[in-house]
C-alpha cells in the first residue's frame, strides 16, 4: 500500500536553530498538507500546498514557517528560529483530490520535533 | 463552541461490548465527516468516512445527523485492538480538516 514517508523520525534541536522536515507524499497524490500535534493535544493544521503554492493556511503558519517542494517528490517544512512551544508531532499528509467529497488523506508517521 | 467536540473519555470497556461515541460540530455548512483513529505517538489514520445514509464497516457504524450537527461511531464487539483515541474530524469549507481532541478508548480483557 503505498505511502507517506516522514525524515526524520525524531529531531531534537536548540532553542533559535532552524529545522527542516521532509516528506515524501505518494507519488499520484496532488495536494500536499502539514499537521502538528502538540503531546495530549488536537490535531492542528498547517498549511496545504498544490500546484507549487500554498492553497491555505492557518494563523499558526507565521513568517516563522515555510513549505516548498524543491524537487519532484519531497515536500519540506522549514521552522525558522524554533522556539520551545514548537515542540510537537509534525505530520505530513497528501490526498490526490480536493473537494469537500470524502476524500481520504494519507498520513505519514510524523517527526517528533523536540526543542530545547 | 468548540469547532469539533468530543468527549475525552477515557470509556473503559470489556472486550466483546459495544460502545458508541459522539461528537458534536459547529460549522452547518460542513460537508465531510470522518472518523480517524490514533494510537498513542502514532499518526492518525482514516477508519470511516460518515455518510448522510449512514455507512457500516464490518464492527463499525457511522451515523450523521446534519440537522443536529451529530456524528457518531459505534463498535460492536469490541476487540482488545480496538484501543485507541478516536478523532471525529470535519473537512471545513476551505478544504481544511477540523480535528475533534479525541475520545481515548480502553479495551479490557
Redesign the interface.
Known amino acids: 500500500e503505498p505511502e507517506v514517508t516522514q525524515t526524520p523520525s525524531h529531531q531534537v534541536t536548540q532553542m533559535g536553530q532552524e529545522v527542516i522536515l521532509r516528506c515524501v507524499p505518494i507519488s499520484n497524490h496532488l495536494y500536499f498538507y502539514w499537521?502538528r500535534q502538540i503531546l495530549g493535544?488536537?490535531?492542528?493544521?498547517l498549511v496545504?500546498f498544490y500546484n507549487n503554492e500554498i492553497s491555505?493556511k492557518?494563523e499558526i503558519f507565521d513568517d516563522q514557517f515555510s513549505v516548498e517542494r524543491p524537487d519532484g517528490s519531497n515536500f519540506t517544512l522549514k521552522i525558522r528560529s524554533t522556539k520551545l512551544e514548537d515542540s510537537a508531532?509534525y505530520?505530513c499528509a497528501s490526498s490526490e483530490q480536493?473537494?469537500?467529497?470524502?476524500?481520504?488523506?494519507?498520513?505519514?508517521?510524523?517527526t517528533?520535533l523536540t526543542v530545547v | 463552541r468548540k469547532e469539533v467536540e468530543q468527549d475525552p473519555g477515557p470509556f473503559n470497556v470489556p472486550e466483546g461490548a459495544t460502545v458508541a461515541f459522539n461528537c458534536t460540530y459547529s460549522n452547518s455548512a460542513s460537508?465531510?465527516?470522518?472518523w480517524y483513529r490514533q494510537d498513542c505517538?502514532?499518526?492518525?489514520?482514516?477508519l470511516m468516512?460518515v455518510?448522510s445514509s449512514g455507512n457500516e464497516d464490518g464492527r463499525f457504524t457511522a451515523q450523521l445527523n446534519r440537522a443536529s450537527q451529530y456524528i457518531s461511531l459505534l463498535i460492536r464487539d469490541s476487540k482488545l485492538s480496538d484501543s485507541a483515541t478516536y478523532?471525529c474530524v470535519v473537512?471545513g469549507s476551505?478544504?481544511?480538516?477540523?480535528?475533534?481532541?479525541?475520545t481515548k478508548l480502553i479495551i479490557k480483557p
Do not use: C, H
Open positions: 499537521y493535544q488536537k490535531v492542528e493544521f496545504s491555505e492557518s508531532m505530520f480536493e473537494g469537500q467529497g470524502n476524500y481520504g488523506y494519507t498520513f505519514g508517521s510524523g517528533r | 460537508q465531510s465527516f470522518f505517538r502514532k499518526e492518525p489514520k482514516l468516512s455518510y478523532l473537512k476551505n478544504y481544511q480538516l477540523i480535528w475533534g481532541a479525541g
